[in-house]
């Protein structure tokens, strides 16, 4: 049996008893000659025991068994409070459903995933085992440089992989689609055991984090905007203060760099900027530079 095969089995019994809730090992068994998981061939139970056991270790989730002979996920927080393992497990399944769709591939439609995730695993070997890689990078209209930075976290934004690095004079930022060669050093790099990636982002929207002053921003949404911002929160700080017919206002307390700016411009619309007086002036200017250019 292949890796590929492997990961399509734990995958469909996490999803099965997340979906479904407690089983039997007979009623999972059906499910998974119903959904031919292995060409129709039944799940045996030694398999099952086996497939827990690696369940456990790729996603840390415990699969018990009740009094009444029922499986299930005992602890279910343990995906439902991990972003990562979330990713991991979205995007398994999506790659192992996709992989099986061959026959209506033409009807499967997928965004433009820059270059750059092949540096993906030499990145995450350096920040587990904290070590230096070198780097080959080149920015839009620079010249191609090598430098050693050690690396901190990887972050997922608008389909391109970034890398936050110490470069030896600051934290900086690197798209990976601009990398043009990683390799692993012997060296190491100390890392502050309280630093927290999650906490560096957590006032910024995106990737860009230039130390722009916090602010108390104030939008408001009209329409199905309103509807599209509930279910799809600029930033974790986003609160909706009132709605009136055809409006609601919300409040956002975060720093409103370049990339939050862009956001906002996407949804221009259908969204108002009401607070800092600061932001709505530099969405003015944007829009009246844009208008110039296309008079």
Request: hydrophobic share 35%; charged share 25%; net charge negative.
């Amino acid at each position: 049996m292949t890796n590929g095969q492997q990961f399509k089995h734990y995958v469909w019994i996490v999803n099965t008893l997340r979906q479904r809730g407690k089983l039997t090992l007979g009623e999972l068994n059906d499910l998974w000659v119903t959904d031919e998981v292995a060409d129709g061939n039944p799940l045996p139970r030694s398999s099952f025991n086996k497939y827990r056991d690696a369940i456990l270790d790729m996603f840390g989730l415990v699969i018990e068994c009740d009094k009444t002979y029922h499986y299930y996920i005992s602890n279910p927080s343990e995906i439902e409070g991990d972003r990562t393992k979330q990713w991991l497990l979205s995007t398994l399944t999506t790659g192992l459903t996709l992989g099986d769709s061959s026959t209506i591939k033409d009807s499967i439609i997928l965004e433009n995933v820059p270059a750059g995730y092949e540096f993906l695993p030499v990145i995450l070997q350096a920040i587990r085992q904290t070590r230096t890689i070198q780097m080959g990078y080149r920015k839009f209209g620079s010249e191609a440089y090598t430098k050693p930075v050690d690396p901190y976290a990887v972050k997922l934004f608008h389909q391109r992989w970034y890398m936050l690095a110490d470069n030896g004079e600051r934290m900086s930022i690197y798209s990976l689609d601009r990398m043009l060669s990683a390799t692993l050093t012997e060296e190491h790099f100390e890392r502050s055991a309280d630093f927290s990636p999650e906490a560096y982002f957590s006032e910024y929207f995106g990737v860009m984090t230039d130390g722009t002053p916090m602010e108390h921003v104030v939008v408001r949404a009209y329409g199905k905007m309103a509807n599209l911002l509930r279910t799809l929160p600029l930033h974790a700080s986003q609160r909706e203060m009132e709605s009136e017919e055809g409006h609601t206002d919300f409040s956002i307390d975060i720093r409103p760099t370049i990339d939050f700016v862009s956001e906002l411009l996407s949804k221009i619309d259908g969204l108002d900027v009401l607070q800092p007086e600061s932001l709505k002036e530099k969405i003015r200017q944007i829009m009246e530079s844009a208008l110039r250019r296309n008079p």
